[in-house]
């Protein structure tokens, strides 16, 4: 049980509410510990095969709590600063290398930190009222902190990237939809609707199928070619065939219904 991260596990997927809603959902201590370890944790469970991210209230996630961590650099040698800015960093790390698509909610402000939890997700869903930018350059610090300088320019070029994290600017619910930053904009009140109907789309996929393909996803980015990709495509089709679940993903198809899956173990 957590304190300010709420889950609700539904069938195959998790729904994961940060709950700080009078902070802006701000990323405290406790919140920091609990994203880390829910997210780490994903990486072993075969009962979870997709999560929803979102936020309580009228924000995503508001960045770092600076009320909190106000004065924490004052009397911290460099390795203990090290030692904290991982702390942080390791959630979005753990993000990606879960093999469970996750699907961002982004109502509202997405900052800094909230920033980065949105970029590492797989899917954005936004609404009209969504604003995000990397608001650390804009606190005295750098703009590439925990991965938004990874996956910034990996998702809208380099030259985008460079106008919103030299700036601080917000990038607005339309102007992320033109730039592929978000999937679709939804009014708030559509916004789980949405997440659901992406989430029973993705449970089509055998539960290695999907595990594989967000994994090979990973790696395309940073392939050093063509034939690298190939490989690990290659590589995923054969594993995938010869998996107990690939046919009744087939009969499924064919018969126009919902498959299932013997493949659902804790």
């Known amino acids: 049980m957590y304190e300010h991260l709420n889950l609700?596990?539904?069938g195959d997927v998790i729904w994961a509410t940060m709950n700080r809603p009078e902070r802006l959902n701000a990323l405290n201590r406790k919140l920091v510990n609990e994203l880390r370890d829910f997210f780490v944790g994903l990486y072993w469970r075969r009962d979870v095969r997709v999560v929803v991210l979102s936020g309580a209230g009228a924000?995503?996630?508001a960045g770092l709590d600076l009320k909190e961590h106000r004065g924490d650099n004052a009397d911290r040698s460099v390795g203990a600063g090290l030692t904290g800015q991982r702390e942080i960093s390791e959630i979005v790390i753990a993000m990606r290398r879960c093999p469970q698509p996750i699907i961002a909610c982004v109502d509202g402000a997405a900052s800094?930190?909230?920033?980065?939890l949105?970029?590492?997700?797989?899917?954005?869903?936004?609404?009209?009222?969504?604003?995000?930018?990397?608001?650390?350059?804009?606190?005295?610090l750098s703009a590439c902190?925990?991965?938004?300088?990874?996956?910034?320019?990996?998702?809208v070029g380099s030259s985008v990237a460079a106008e919103y994290m030299?700036?601080?600017?917000?990038?607005?619910a339309d102007r992320a939809r033109e730039l592929g930053l978000v999937s679709c904009v939804v009014e708030p009140e559509q916004v789980k609707d949405e997440a659901a109907a992406f989430a029973e789309d993705m449970l089509h996929a055998?539960?290695?199928?999907?595990?594989?393909?967000?994994?090979?996803?990973?790696?395309?980015?940073?392939?050093?070619?063509?034939e690298a990709a190939i490989a690990m495509e290659d590589r995923n089709q054969?594993?995938?065939?010869?998996?107990?679940?690939f046919g009744e993903g087939v009969r499924a198809f064919l018969e126009k219904r919902k498959p299932v899956y013997a493949e659902r173990r804790g």
């Open 8 to 10: 609700v596990h539904a």
């Open 59 to 61: 924000a995503f996630c």
């Open 112 to 116: 800094g930190g909230g920033f980065a």
């Open 118 to 140: 949105a970029l590492a997700s797989d899917v954005r869903i936004a609404t009209p009222r969504t604003r995000m930018n990397a608001a650390f350059i804009c606190i005295g």
């Open 145 to 155: 902190d925990i991965g938004v300088s990874y996956f910034l320019p990996r998702m």
């Open 166 to 172: 030299l700036t601080g600017r917000f990038i607005t």
């Open 206 to 226: 055998t539960p290695l199928g999907l595990r594989l393909t967000k994994e090979c996803l990973n790696h395309a980015i940073d392939a050093q070619g063509l």
């Open 238 to 245: 054969i594993l995938c065939s010869q998996d107990g679940d």
